[in-house]
């Protein structure tokens, strides 16, 4: 496999080391049975994203049942931070989207299929790191227009976006780089990139970037498909889904990856036979309860998950 190194600093890599350690558990071996599990221990980190807290703790959780000790340092950052954290050994595994991850260490075809995507990952992903296996469940990104921008303009896929005099969308700051991006738009359905601009949001495609859209300070918008797509005052908004018939974001199946050889004898597999029961309905229907009227905490959420299996 190729080696990728993640540029960072020095100093940079201690603070996120420091600041890891912080948001996991203060002593991952004190449990109430008063010691380390006979199985290891597991350093789950997540994204800066409910959806990626949501999976943290359901691996969580299901690792807990199976005897292991887990701890869940959340909300590390975006993907530069937390696969930097995972390489550097800070944490053990993340919840990741294949496709994403592929095009993250190399490139991804145009128009790849599920089986295309694995093949990227196997062939660019870095030496000591590694996959489980991919869910059924996907959460892609997604443009979303507001209804009445879409009838107004006549648009339904993502190249009628050419269609606007400007493009301004309202997406997390690292959208503005990232292949389904801008540059994205420009290479693969030839839409001019000089009129396209990112309004960065950091709440992954939350309230603030829905209501960013409804009131039209932004034209279009970066909302995963499983998002509910809810307004700060909690009501959904009328929001219409672009279709990508070139494949611009290629399938999105959840996937765990880790440091290879960090995870204790047989905990790989307790995260793949939950992930293969995980589907995309599943992911839609507990990002609800998490920022709808419920506000269910993920924690909460990853319990009654793991139960009803």
């Known amino acids: 496999m190729k080696a990728t190194t993640i540029p960072a600093s020095a100093a940079a890599a201690t603070l996120l080391a420091l600041t890891i350690t912080a948001c996991g558990s203060s002593d991952p071996f004190d449990r109430e049975s008063g010691g380390e599990s006979e199985k290891g221990t597991v350093v789950i980190g997540t994204a800066n994203f409910p959806e990626s807290e949501i999976i943290g703790q359901i691996w969580a959780q299901a690792l807990r049942d199976a005897g292991y000790d887990v701890s869940v340092s959340s909300g590390i950052g975006s993907r530069e931070v937390y696969l930097s954290a995972l390489q550097e050994g800070s944490v053990t ?35 000591g790191l590694q996959t489980g296996d991919f869910s059924p469940a996907q959460s892609k990104d997604a443009y979303r227009v507001t209804r009445g921008v879409a009838q107004q303009y006549g648009l339904e896929s993502i190249a009628d976006l050419a269609k606007l005099d400007t493009i301004t969308i309202a997406a997390p700051p690292e959208f503005a780089e990232r292949p389904a991006g801008p540059k994205g738009l420009a290479s ?17 495609g939350g309230p603030l970037t829905v209501r960013t859209l409804v009131d039209g300070a932004a034209n279009a918008a970066n909302i995963f498909t499983t998002s509910p797509a809810l307004l700060p005052d909690g009501s959904t908004a009328d929001l219409v889904i672009l279709d990508d018939p070139k494949n611009l974001i290629p399938p999105q199946n959840v996937v765990p990856v880790l440091k290879a050889g960090s995870l204790p004898d047989g905990a790989l597999d307790v995260i793949n036979k939950v992930d293969a029961s995980l589907t995309t309905d599943d992911l839609v229907a507990m990002n609800l309860r998490n920022v709808g009227s419920e506000r269910a905490e993920p924690t909460t959420i990853a319990k009654d998950y793991v139960a009803s299996l």
């Open 188 to 204: 693969v359905y030839g839409i001019n990139a000089a009129k396209v601009t990112v309004t960065p949001i950091s709440d992954g």
């Open 93 to 127: 595994l993340v919840p990741e989207y294949s496709g994403n991850l592929a095009q993250f260490y190399g490139d991804v075809a145009e128009g790849a299929d599920e089986a295309a995507v694995s093949d990227a990952l196997r062939a660019n992903l870095p030496e």
